[in-house]
C-alpha cells in the first residue's frame, strides 16, 4: 500500500492540516469554515484534503469548477460545494444533477442560466457575488447604476435558488495603510448592500467575504461563511502572529549522481554557472516539470543532512544541480528537502516563493502531477497517490 517512486515526493501531513482546521475554527468561531479546495487544493491533493476536512466537520467546499466540484462528488463529498468562477451554459445540468451551487456574478449570465433552467426544468442553488473592488467577476456598481437593482432582478429570476451573497477582498492580507482603507471600503460597500437588500425586504441566508487575509486581519468581521485556502494548508498569506499554523507540504527528492568538477567548470544549459574553485556537484531528479521553478536558477538553496547547499546552474525540465562541496556523507539515493523539515532544520515555502519573486501559492499549486503525493497521519504513510500510473503499480 505504501510503495511510491522515490525520484522525487511531496509529503503531505493531515494531522497539520486538522491542526490548521481546529486553529482556524477557534480563531473565528461564529464562522462556517469553508475549505477552499481548488487546484487540486493548492496542490495537496484535493480527494484527500476534501474527505479530511469533511471528517473533521466542514460543511461548505470552494472550487473554481464544475470540474473540480465534481471530483469532490465522486469522492463522496456530501457538503455544499460552492463554484467560484464561470461554468459553461451547456455544464449548467449538471449542477442541477450533483447539488452544486454556482456563484452569479452579473446580470447577463444570471439570466443565460435562468432561460437554461426554465427550458430544462430545473433550478439550481446560487451565490451572488458583487464586486466590491477585486475587479475580477460580480456586479459593478457604476454612476448611474446601483447594483441592488440588479440583485433584486436576479433574486426574482423563477429558477435561481439565491442561498447567498459574497464579495471578494484583494489587499486583505496587506496590513499598510492604503491596503487598509482599501479593504475598509470593500467591507463598508458590501455592508452598504445588505442594509440596501434589508429596506428591500430581501432576505439571503448565507452572507460571506473574508478570505485567508480577511480571516486574520478582519477578524472582527462575523459574517456566516469564512472562505479560507492558505490557512488550511498552514501558510500565512502575511506574518501572522495570531494564528499557529503548520505547513502540510514538503516537497522531497534524491541524489542521482554526485561528482568533483575542476575550476571554472560550466554547469548545466546556457552556461550560467562557473566554478570559483573545485566543486562537489550533485544532481537532482527535479527540475520545472516537478513545479520547481526555473526561476530559483542559481538562486535557491536546498537542505541536505539538515545542512543548506546552492542550486547551481539553470534548472533543466526534469533536472538540476547543487553544490554540496560543503556537505560531508553525501551519497546516491540521499534525501534532499527542496521546502520542508530535514534534519532539525526547515525550508518555507515563504522562503523559496521570495527566492522565486512569486507567493507561497503558485510554489503550492504548480506542483507537477508527476510527483507522488504522500499522506501521512500519526506520523505514519497512510496513502499514496500517483497520478500517473495510478496507486498500486508499484506494489505488483
Ligand atoms: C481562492 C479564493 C479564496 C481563498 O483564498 P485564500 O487566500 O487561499 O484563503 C476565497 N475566495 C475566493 C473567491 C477565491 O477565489
Redesign the pocket.
Known sequence: MNKFLKRTWAEINLDNIIHNINQIKNHSPNSELMG?V?ADAYGHGDKIISQTMQQQGIKWF?V?NINEALSLRKVNITQNILI?GFTPIENIILLCKYNIIQTIYNKEYAIMINDFCVKNNIKIKCHIKIDTGMGRLGIVQSENHSCINDIIFIFNLSNLIIEGIFS?FSQSDDLNINCVEYTNSQINYFNNILKELKNNNIKIKYKHLQ???GVLNYNNLKYDII?????LYGIS?CENKKINLLPAMELKTTISMIKTLPKDSLISYSGTYKSNNKVKVATLPIGYADGYPRRLSNNAKVLINGKLAPVIGNICMDQMMIDVTDIHNTNIGDTVTLFGNDNNNFLSIQQISKWADTIP?EIMCVLGRRVPRIYFKNNKVIKCVDYIIGNNFLEE
Do not use: A, D, I, T
Not at 472562505?227 to 490557512?231: E, I, P, T
Open positions: 477552499v481548488k470552494g473554481s467560484f471578494h478570505n485567508s487575509g472562505r479560507s485556502g492558505l490557512l498569506p501559492y
